[in-house]
């Protein structure tokens, strides 16, 4: 353990030099101190942390909502808008809605999801298989990062 004594010069010559004693390790055994100004410091700290903060990205799920008889007009619409999100680094969540007699054939949804998953297999991964929820069959498709 260091003494009282070494602390207390170090503090005296921080005083001369008009600068504080900042202790930067308190982990460390033992105690890592610098002489610095204590304001800038802090200052080129908060500096680091913004800068940090400023290279996250945000992903956000988009939703793409579709029914088992779709037209091949309104599909590639869908799959245009999907492959827009999943380029602006987005995660695509494809659901597809099954009302009335429709339940009764929900094998038509899970091609209709498979086929979306294949031909955006270049830019997409799927991060949730196909699973059916009540009247509803979701998949969550990721961008693929380079």
């Known amino acids: 353990m260091i003494g009282v004594k070494p602390i207390a010069e170090a ?3 921080a005083g001369e030099y008009g600068l504080d004693l ?3 390790s308190p ?3 033992p105690p ?22 400023k290279k996250q990205k945000v992903v956000s799920v988009k939703e793409i909502k579709l029914r ?5 007009h309104d599909y590639e619409v869908k799959m ?25 054939h929900q094998e038509l949804g899970l091609q209709m999801l498979i086929k979306m998953r294949d031909e955006l297999e270049s830019m997409a991964k799927v991060e949730q298989m196909p699973k059916s929820e009540g009247r509803m069959m979701t998949m969550v498709l990721g961008p693929i990062t380079q």
């Open 32 to 53: 890592v101190c610098k002489i610095l100004d204590y304001g800038k410091y802090k200052y080129e700290e908060q500096k680091k942390k913004n800068e940090a903060k």
């Open 27 to 29: 982990n460390a055994e």
């Open 80 to 104: 245009r808008a999907a492959r827009k999100f999943l380029d602006g680094g987005d995660k695509v969540k494809v659901t597809i809605r099954f009302r009335g007699r429709e339940m009764a």
């Open 11 to 13: 503090i005296e010559m």
């Open 22 to 24: 900042v202790e930067v």
């Open 68 to 72: 088992p008889g779709i037209d091949v």
